[in-house]
């Protein structure tokens, strides 16, 4: 694990899904701990230099 720093907290929060980063200001308290939890996950596989599982399954959109 890296030391932490703040470009990097940015990064990986510029980084993780936009409905965690929404979520986090959702009404429903549910989906508000959801989305930290997506958050935190994101951070620390960031961190941890793992940058999540690659889904065959998931199709690329154009750009």
Partial sequence: ??????????????????????????????LREAAAAELAQTIMGVLEGSQGTYDARQMALPL
Avoid: K
């Fill in 1 to 30: 694990m890296t030391t932490p720093d703040s470009s990097s907290f940015a990064h990986c929060l510029l980084n993780a899904p936009a409905w965690a980063r929404v979520g986090l200001t959702a009404p429903s308290e549910r």
